[in-house]
């Protein structure tokens, strides 16, 4: 079976490429189509072709000025797709992992079928302008890929996608990141740290409640160090003004943070927490799986699935009260904290194993392969 992974804007590579790698594993023959990703390398799996199709103009200027580089892409955008549709009929699959500009992008969809989706935004409210947008192009989709039955059961009911068409199939957990030959050590401000540390990691965005976390951490009776560790793409001097009023100690690394420094994070981390507002799922969190972390997680989208696991606790979003309970318990519960993480390990290494992700989505082209049309 020929199948293309396509991700345009290279939005996910490290998701994308665990994916080729997996598919190619469970004996498919794979290709990669996307364009070069801009912010250094990416971890690649041996098995499958990688083509970069797209953005070849913009990819090319390469750090330069930001807004003409923007106005390359935008102008590269169509005919990239068309190239795609052109390069896509050798494939049996195509398989987009994303759509950067959707409302158009539906119409140029490449003429092979199956035509697959994962849905791997986070869901709009019902009845905005961009929800209509997806729903369009959910419907020229043969399959979609949700990641939770959470995600699967707001397809139907919100999207009205044919639940015949959905295949729930986990994210993977983010291993690669533990078999780094290049590890760093923690910076020398970060390496001081002698108590418990709460890690919030990844990009700081509104909807990822980094300020109901500093919040609750001004509530926390128990000892520890906050880390937020991240890009900002918020206003920091809300955030700082919060953490100054805390009694504890937060840490701010807000800058982009390579593959080669999460390793050292991850590990000295006690807590990993999400205290999300609203998200389905989140490569945060399969990365703190793969290192067999304890996790505190906000109860929206598909973490509730994760807990089930035994690998994480949940406390309700926005609620600054919870979160700092759940967090001073486990502070105080070393034993707790061990068994999260083993049991979040166990996760990585089973239901949410690349392998297994790679049979399940080879099983959900083949059954789509056998639908008449």
């Known amino acids: 079976m020929r199948v293309q992974i396509v991700d345009p804007a290279a939005y996910t590579p490290p998701y ?50 930001a807004k003409a580089r923007r106005a390359i892409r935008a102008a590269e955008h169509v005919p990239g797709m068309l190239r795609h549709r052109r390069h896509a009929r050798a494939a049996d699959v195509v398989h987009y992992q994303w759509l950067p500009v959707p409302r158009l992008d539906a119409r140029l969809l490449a003429d092979v079928h199956p035509r697959v989706f994962t849905m791997h935004w986070r869901f709009p409210e019902p009845g905005s302008r961009i929800a209509g947008t997806l729903a369009s192009l959910l419907e020229r989709m043969d399959g979609v890929v949700a990641h939770s039955r959470h995600g699967s059961e707001r397809l139907v009911s919100q999207f009205g996608v044919d639940p015949g068409r959905i295949e729930v199939i986990p994210h993977g957990a983010f291993d690669y990141l533990t078999r780094q030959q290049n590890e760093e050590a923690l910076p020398g401000d970060l390496s001081e740290a002698e108590g418990p540390v709460i890690l919030a990691f990844g990009l700081i965005r509104p909807y990822k409640g980094t300020d109901v976390l500093l919040e609750a951490f001004a509530k926390m009776r128990e000892d520890a160090e906050l880390w937020i560790v991240g890009r900002p793409m918020v206003p920091m001097e809300p955030l700082r003004a919060l953490a100054d009023a805390a009694p504890g100690r937060v840490r701010f690394v807000d800058r982009f943070v390579p593959d080669t ?9 006690d807590i990993v927490t999400l205290p999300y507002r609203n998200i389905e799922q989140s490569g945060v969190l399969y990365t703190a799986l793969a290192f067999g972390r304890p996790l505190v997680l906000s109860a929206i989208g598909g973490f ?70």
């Open 16 to 65: 994308d490429h665990a994916l080729a790698g997996s598919l190619a594993r469970a004996g498919a023959q794979v290709e990669l189509v996307t364009c070069e990703f801009p912010y250094g390398s990416v971890p690649r799996e041996p098995g499958y072709e990688v083509t970069e199709l797209f953005y070849r103009r913009s990819s090319a200027a390469g750090s330069g000025n």
């Open 261 to 269: 420094q999460v390793p050292a994070l991850m590990r000295r981390a």
């Open 304 to 373: 509730p699935e994760v807990a089930e696991l035994g690998a994480a606790r949940t406390v309700p979003p926005a609620d600054p009260d919870a979160l700092a309970a759940a967090l001073d318990e486990l502070i105080a519960d070393p034993a707790e904290r061990e068994r999260l993480g083993a049991a979040a390990l166990a996760a990585a290494e089973s239901h949410y194993s690349w392998d297994e992700i790679g049979r399940r989505t080879l099983e959900f082209y083949e059954r789509l392969l056998t639908i008449d049309r």
